[in-house]
């Protein structure tokens, strides 16, 4: 029995925009179709996601949530050929949410079921065999040869991925610590920083390496005065061994020979301890002047006090005044900023005016004049809205009367004629004669009828109340006809009825169904005699009011006195009276602004004299020529210069006062120690150290023959003389000790004269030791020594896991590969058509394609077509090589898209074998992938119908 897991059945809770949906997979190849933004990569996405978990909030995948709430996840329904039929439900809870997998027998598990069930696979491995899209094969063109190499190699093997990706972090942290020839890498900086600290370092060292050989130079004078005080001690003992071998000799030839000697030697006094004395005091000689030199040779080479140049009270009192300073420079300036802001507004104003300047000073603008003008102007004002007032009333009459005028010519041109005059006014008349003969007709045509001529009475009577209340003679003319003729009808009813004469014929021939037109006529005359009358009266009432607005047009007296008070002033315009006040108080501006402007140039004169004294203040304090906008800049600067030269002038000093107390000090303990040593010799009675060294030598030669004498004359008198050795004598004994006092005469000297050297070498030993900087810096070389060594360690462990790694991947490509490799040459020629024939792996680690002719091809030089085949073996085969272990289905998101037909057929012929063991889940946004497998399960995602999950 074949392993495989089949995904059956999608139930969607919410994800994305997909909310309470179900779908069925019934097929071992599903294909889901939708257009763009269908929701395809969410479904794909729920599989992934509801399997191994919904990402972080903090990772780049999108976590598909719904927008407008709900409940969040879902279930898949798995048919494992392990675990049976299995659903896992996974809904919002924890970072990657709660799963719970819902087992055949009514069991339930959680996270760790769920591992068993996806044989202990992550995401990113199952992303990286088992799910794979167009864009991955797309960025295959865009890879370098190495990095197609590594993409096939992942392909074709499992757990790669994330070594590689080690492997490409850690050559990233090591170029960033160290790259050959390189210069930003911490490492480079370092080393550069090391060579040259120890550059500085083997400068100091040049100067401390002399420590040592003046400290062997000290321990050499050391052991030279060892020796020679053992020295001077064997000659005392040899001495003292001759004088008691002297003591041998005949006693009384001795004692004779001493007498003579002590008779010889003229010294009667030598200070006690004498010698010891000398020679302490020439040490401390010799070593307070070894210090007074080295004192006066460091003194010496001080430097001279540096003069500043300047006077460093003037700066600071004139640092002091920086700010007067600057506020009198920012009143200076705001004073010429405002000076040239007057200008411009003299010159406008003046502008404005029409003047010169001197013209416009000689104005009396007094507040007297103005309020004379401005009464002036306000009656002249007040004179000439009048007269405009007049000549507006003038004009609306005129204008009146011309259209009076036209009114009474168009009255004229339509007034009736005489005959149409003449007959409106018969019609009161011919009425009643009209309603007469009509109603005589209806008498002689009908019995006689009663009512009508009431009614006509009636109407008749209302007519005339009705023309008298409203003043209308006409109306009350017709209504009163109307009422004679109802009362002569009715009186006509009354009677038999008559025939009519010709005359009322003649009217009713004449005037019958001319009623409402002579109405008209009659009412439209009557309107255009009123109109001719009403307009008349308007003509008369215009001619009277132009008579009287034109005889009071030219009176005007206010605006003669305002001309003739502005001429008098001294302003010959004739604007209006605002322009003239506007004039008057322009030209006041114009002498407030003069005004103004002088005070201001005045103060300019004296901020100028003021400057220069500024400027003459700041060039005495540092002897240079300052510009004003630079003063400061140059005073504090001099300031700086000078207080360092301060600085220095008082370090020096400082060192000088102590090297000079300390030259006076040796001095005079240099001083002291020759008045001891001066009254030493005097009390010897030396006149020098030479001449003291032999007073010694005579006084210890004396005291020593004195003791000889001593010893002899006991002897002499206890045993008497004493027998001399053989061949020995007096003089030969006399010899032998004069040569060792002349000895130690002369190790005396050179003892001095080491002493000297020695107190000269101490000293610069102790200025040696007395010097840090060298300490500072090799402590500094030290630790920068021990960062770069830190680096250098973990240099070396990132080196030796890349090593690690590229060893771990020749072995996967020895071992794992070739099983894969070897059903994906097979594959690989299947997809190309037998053009290629195998896919094998040079020995520096790229891919080559075998073509069927032999020809071998690196990977990076085929075509993308030819790539994305390559690519699509190994994945495959991978696939098929691991369906024991890991039986997951194929997801695919569109990676044929872009291959031609020849090639997507050979595709699709190959995944038909692979899916009797695999199930394929395919997603597409085109149709024709749809039909490119007839046999399999179609999704149309954006028509899928909703199911609801309770």
């Known amino acids: 029995m074949n392993e495989e897991m089949k995904i059956e059945k999608l139930m969607i809770y919410g994800f994305g925009k997909h909310e309470n949906l179900a779908l069925d997979v019934n097929e071992e190849l599903a294909v889901f179709y939708g257009n763009n933004e269908a929701g395809k990569t969410t479904i794909q996405q729920f599989i992934i996601q509801i399997l191994f978990g919904f990402p972080s909030r903090n990772q780049a995948e999108s976590r598909y949530e719904p927008k407008a709430g709900g409940k969040y996840g879902g279930q898949l329904y798995l048919n494992d050929s392990q675990y049976g039929k299995v659903i896992v439900e996974r809904v919002k809870g924890k970072a990657a949410g709660d799963v719970t997998i819902y087992f055949e027998d009514g069991s339930r598990g959680a996270e760790t079921e769920l591992k068993k069930i996806l044989r202990d696979y992550d995401r990113a491995s199952f992303d990286a065999i088992f799910s794979f899209s167009i864009h991955e094969l797309q960025g295959l063109d865009k890879m370098t040869e190495e990095q197609l190499s590594r993409t096939l190699l992942a392909s074709g093997t499992t757990g790669v991925d994330s070594i590689t990706k080690m492997e490409s972090e850690l050559e990233k942290d090591m170029g960033e610590l160290f790259k050959k020839g390189g210069r930003n890498p911490r490492m480079n900086l370092l080393i550069e920083q090391l060579r040259n600290d120890e550059r500085e370092l083997k400068e100091h060292r040049g ?47 001795r004692k004779r020979q001493l007498e003579e000697q002590l008779a010889s030697l003229s010294i009667d006094f030598f200070p006690a301890d004498g010698s010891r004395r000398m020679d302490r005091l020439s040490e401390r000689i010799s070593d307070a002047s070894a210090k007074m030199k080295q004192a006066e040779k460091e003194l010496a080479a001080l430097p001279e006090i540096e003069t500043a140049g300047t006077s460093g009270d003037a700066l600071a009192e004139m640092l002091e005044k920086e700010s007067q300073w600057l506020r009198f420079l920012s009143q200076y300036r705001n004073m010429e900023e405002e000076a040239e802001k007057l200008n411009d507004e003299l010159g406008r104003q ?100 009663q009512l009508f001529p009431l009614i006509l009475a009636a109407i008749g009577a209302a007519g005339v109340l009705a023309g008298f209340l409203s003043d209308n003679i006409l109306v009350a003319i017709i209504a009163f006809a109307a009422l004679a003729a109802g ?110 402007l002088q005070r201001i140039e005045e103060f300019l004169k004296k901020a100028e004299i003021e400057k220069a004294d500024w400027i003459r203040a700041a060039a005495a304090a540092t002897g ?13 600067a001099e300031s700086k210069k000078f207080n360092e030269v301060n600085d220095r002038n008082q370090r020096h000093s400082e ?164 099983a894969v490799l070897s059903k994906a040459c097979e ?53 098929v090589s691991m369906q024991k272990s890991h039986p997951f289905p194929i997801i695919m998101d569109d990676p044929f898209v872009h291959f031609d037909r020849l090639r997507l057929q050979q595709v699709i012929n190959l995944i038909k074998e692979l899916q009797t063991d695999h199930q394929f889940i ?18 149309d995602v954006a028509n899928t119908g909703r199911s609801v999950y309770l």
């Not at 000297?749 to 810096?777: C, F, M, S």
Request: aromatic share 6%; net charge negative.
């Open 827 to 879: 594959y690989f020629g299947r997809l190309t058509g037998n053009s290629y024939i195998a896919m094998e792996i040079h020995p520096d680690g790229h891919f080559e394609a075998v073509r069927k002719d032999n020809i071998r091809f690196r990977i990076a030089e085929l075509s993308q077509a030819t790539k994305e085949q390559a690519y699509l073996a190994l994945r495959l085969s991978l696939a």
């Open 624 to 636: 240079k020529n300052v510009q004003p906008g630079e003063m400061y800049t140059v005073l504090r």
């Open 207 to 253: 100067q401390a390496d002399l420590y040592g050989p003046f400290v062997e130079l000290m321990d050499g004078l050391d052991s030279s005065l060892k020796g020679l005080m053992e020295r001077e001690n064997s000659i005392s003992e040899l001495l003292s061994i001759i004088t008691k071998r002297q003591q041998a000799a005949p006693i009384a030839e």
């Open 350 to 449: 003046l502008g404005l005016a029409g003047m010169a300047l001197n013209e416009a000073l000689t104005f009396d603008t007094s507040l007297i004049n103005e309020e004379k003008l401005r009464n002036l102007a306000v009656e002249a004002d007040r004179e000439e809205e009048n007269s405009r007032f007049r000549e507006r009333d003038l004009q609306e009459e005129k204008q009146k009367l011309i259209e009076a005028e036209k009114e009474m010519s168009y009255l004229e041109s339509i007034a009736p004629t005489p005959e149409q005059v003449e007959t409106a006014a018969k019609w009161p008349e011919n009425s009643l004669k009209l309603a007469e003969a009509k109603a005589m007709k209806r008498l002689g045509a009908e019995p006689a009828n």
């Open 922 to 939: 395919y997603f597409t946004c085109h149709e024709d992938m749809c039909q490119a497998w007839p046999e399999a399960q179609v999704v």
């Open 655 to 818: 060192k000088r006062e102590a090297l000079k107390e300390d030259v006076e000090r040796q001095a005079g303990y240099l001083q002291e120690l020759e008045k001891e040593r001066d009254e030493l010799l005097k009390e010897s009675g030396a006149a020098n150290m030479e001449q003291f060294h032999q007073f010694h030598l005579e006084w210890l030669h004396k005291k020593e023959l004195e003791q000889e004498f001593g010893l002899v004359s006991s002897q002499w008198r206890a045993i008497g003389a004493a027998e001399p050795e053989e061949g020995e004598t007096g003089n030969s004994l006399k010899e032998h000790m004069n040569e060792l006092e002349r000895e130690l005469t002369e190790i005396r000297k050179e003892r001095n004269q080491i002493l000297n050297e020695r107190a000269e070498l101490q000293q610069k030993v102790n200025h040696l030791l007395t010097d840090q900087d060298y300490e500072l810096k090799l402590q500094k070389y030290e630790e920068k020594k021990a960062e770069f060594n830190k680096l250098a360690f973990r240099w070396s462990v990132d080196k030796a896991i890349t090593e690690a790694i590229r060893s771990t991947m020749a072995e996967l490509k020895e071992k794992s590969l070739p």
């Open 487 to 596: 009362v002569w009808l009715f009186m006509k009813t009354r009677q038999k009825p008559v025939s009519m004469d010709e005359d009322l014929e003649e009217v009713i021939k004449r005037f019958s169904g001319k009623e409402a037109e002579m109405e008209s006529l009659q009412h439209r005359i009557a309107e255009h005699d009123r109109k001719v009358e009403e307009t008349l009266r308007i003509i008369s009432k215009a001619d009277q009011k132009i008579e009287e607005l034109t005889t009071n047009m030219d009176v005007q007296p206010a605006k003669k006195e305002f001309t003739a008070f502005i001429e008098n002033i001294g302003i010959t315009s004739s604007a209006s009276s605002s322009i003239v006040i506007e004039l008057f108080q322009t030209v006041r501006k114009v002498q407030e602004l003069h005004s103004k």
